[in-house]
């Protein structure tokens, strides 16, 4: 079966970005002149994923509005002739079929994926967080989606941070996938957020699954976990031992492009100078006054 669904949790409370996020969705803060969020369903939507549902939660409304229409903005930018601004508000309400679910409390990534489970039903589906940007010239989500269409089971990107760097991160115990590419692996033991000294890899978890639908019968057993909330990480455990006939097994995909990541304040800092950058309407510009004003901070 083809994969068409995507799942983009987003009820958290973005509490880093305050008081930015006391009115207003971290998802929503811009990265130059969009939205975060808008780059992660681009992303699904570039992967064939064209089903979108976003597990949200209070104070989250205008996620929906900003991928709904825009009747009075978009008649008052036709009237004036505006069509290139007018072609980019449309832009984000003809991506995607996208639903929404509301979470009701904050109790972890899991419970957020269990969630889903209704829109999803029986069929393999993917996770974008938003805290991952994934370049578009670096895509990831094509490769885990055709490592799953062949294994049959569950499949996490990795990434090979410096080992005392691990700790923020979910880590993978992994060994190269038998007959798999080169960045491809066998997952043998998750765990969450270890220490440096406890953790089995240097392998990272970011934020890209594409998940066999077993994962909703574990999730519903699977109980609180680190910092007392439902781990998605602890759920994969458990899939990673159990036979392939039962939807287990969990593999993982090395990415070795571009990823921003917006988790923080310093790195949504660096995420917004890397992409704006590289844009080819602001990027020579911005460049050069880049390269004017950097070295003026060592003086």
């Known amino acids: 079966m083809v994969i068409h669904k995507a799942v983009i949790p987003a009820a958290g409370l973005g509490t880093r970005f305050l008081p930015a996020t006391k009115s207003t969705p971290k998802e929503m803060l811009p990265i130059v002149d969009k939205p975060a969020i808008q780059y992660v369903v681009e992303e699904a939507v570039a992967a064939g994923l064209n089903d979108v549902l976003m597990i949200t939660g209070r104070s989250k409304r205008t996620l929906a509005d ?4 825009a009747p009075e903005l978009e008649a008052t930018l036709e009237a004036k002739g505006d069509l290139a601004r007018l072609e980019l508000v449309r832009a984000s309400t003809d991506l995607a079929d996208v639903h929404y679910v509301r979470q009701g409390q ?22 974008l967080l938003g805290d991952d940007l994934i370049d578009a010239r670096d895509p990831l989500l094509p ?3 055709k490592l799953q269409e062949r294994t049959g089971g569950s499949v996490i990107a990795l990434l090979e941070v410096e080992p005392d760097q691990i700790n923020p991160y979910g880590c993978a115990a992994a060994v190269p996938l038998e007959g798999g590419g080169l960045d491809e692996v066998r997952i043998t033991g998750l765990v969450e957020k270890p220490d ?3 953790a089995p890899s240097n392998l990272a978890i970011i934020g890209r699954y594409v998940l066999n639908p077993a994962v909703f ?23 990673a031992g159990m036979p392939a006939e039962q939807g287990g097994g969990v593999y993982g995909v090395v990415f070795r492009g571009r990823r921003y990541d917006t988790g923080d304040r310093l790195d949504y800092l660096k995420a917004v100078v890397r992409i704006a ?10 460049r ?12």
């Open 277 to 286: 950058a590289d844009r080819p309407d602001l990027g020579p510009d911005f």
């Open 143 to 145: 490769d885990m989606l």
């Open 288 to 299: 050069n006054w880049l390269a004017e004003f950097v070295p003026s901070l060592h003086t």
């Open 196 to 198: 440096a000294a406890d």
């Open 66 to 69: 900003h991928f709904d229409a």
């Open 106 to 127: 904050p109790k972890g990534l899991g419970h957020a994926v269990l969630c889903a489970k209704h829109h999803i039903g029986n069929e393999a589906f993917a996770v």
């Open 217 to 239: 019968g574990v999730l519903e057993t699977t109980g609180p976990g680190r910092g007392g909330e439902i781990q998605l990480t602890d759920a994969l455990a458990t899939l």
